[in-house]
């Protein structure tokens, strides 16, 4: 009879486990961290392995588009905010591309950007990441889609997937987003002076 208890404990995991997330219709606007669809109509899902094949095979526009980290408040204005990230070598950080923000200003940012570093060809493979479960790097591939881009990649596993097998390296947030992003910011070198 100790088959009931496995029987039973085998139905409990079935029903605790997470249903899929649906995909939603357009770009997710909600909570940026929690569970993401498996699947991303008109783009191509891979994993850690297919990403370093294509990496070695075609070249790919590797997006990196984790937020970057902001200084807490309770931080004292006297020391300076310098915060690192890393990621996968070759990658582009446009860090917030991921947001959902239905903003003409943002889209017409995100898509000159992308132009700009595909040179214009919808056929280059682009390959959107962030960190696991993150909704930002589904956007960016989503919103590529919807742009037309003919050959786009999610790669969920993001940073810390790619990490498990391979190194990463520092980065710098890309200055042409930057700009286009947030025009009259200050410098880099202004904003640590004023705290």
Same mark, same amino acid.
Request: net charge positive.
């Given at each position: 009879?100790?088959?009931? $208890?496995?029987?039973?404990?085998?139905?409990?995991?079935?029903?605790? *486990?997470?249903?899929?997330?649906?995909?939603?219709?357009?770009?997710?606007?909600?909570?940026?961290?929690?569970? /993401?669809?498996?699947?991303?109509?008109?783009?191509?899902?891979?994993?850690?392995?297919?990403?370093?094949?294509?990496?070695?095979?075609?070249? $790919?526009?590797?997006?990196?588009? +984790?937020?970057?980290? %902001?200084k807490s408040a309770?931080?004292?204005?006297?020391?300076?905010?310098?915060? /690192?990230?890393?990621?996968? $070598?070759?990658?582009?950080?446009?860090?917030? *591309?991921?947001?959902? /923000?239905?903003?003409?200003?943002?889209?017409?940012?995100? %898509?000159t950007r992308i132009?700009?570093?595909?040179?214009?060809?919808?056929?280059?493979?682009?390959?959107?990441?962030?960190?696991?479960?993150?909704?930002?790097?589904?956007?960016?591939?989503?919103?590529?889609?919807?742009?037309?881009?003919?050959? +786009?990649?999610?790669?969920?596993?993001? +940073?810390?997937?790619?990490?498990?097998?391979?190194?990463?390296?520092?980065?710098?947030?890309? $200055? *042409?987003?930057?700009?286009?992003?947030?025009?009259?910011?200050? /410098?880099?070198?202004?904003?640590?002076?004023?705290?």
């Amino acid at each position: 009879m100790r088959i009931i $208890p496995v029987l039973a404990a085998a139905l409990f995991l079935t029903a605790a *486990a997470a249903a899929p997330v649906p995909e939603p219709s357009g770009l997710w606007q909600g909570a940026m961290h929690g569970d /993401t669809p498996n699947t991303l109509k008109g783009a191509t899902v891979i994993d850690t392995k297919a990403l370093a094949d294509m990496i070695r095979r075609e070249k $790919p526009l590797l997006l990196d588009v +984790v937020d970057q980290d %902001k200084k807490s408040a309770s931080t004292s204005p006297d020391i300076p905010w310098m915060p /690192t990230h890393r990621s996968i $070598p070759g990658a582009v950080w446009l860090a917030g *591309a991921g947001s959902g /923000t239905s903003d003409p200003a943002f889209t017409a940012a995100f %898509k000159t950007r992308i132009a700009a570093l595909t040179g214009g060809d919808i056929k280059k493979p682009i390959v959107a990441f962030c960190h696991p479960h993150c909704w930002g790097s589904w956007n960016a591939a989503k919103r590529l889609v919807i742009l037309g881009y003919k050959h +786009v990649y999610w790669y969920p596993d993001g +940073v810390e997937g790619w990490q498990s097998q391979d190194d990463i390296k520092v980065v710098k947030p890309d $200055p *042409a987003w930057e700009k286009a992003i947030s025009p009259g910011k200050p /410098t880099k070198s202004k904003r640590i002076r004023e705290g």
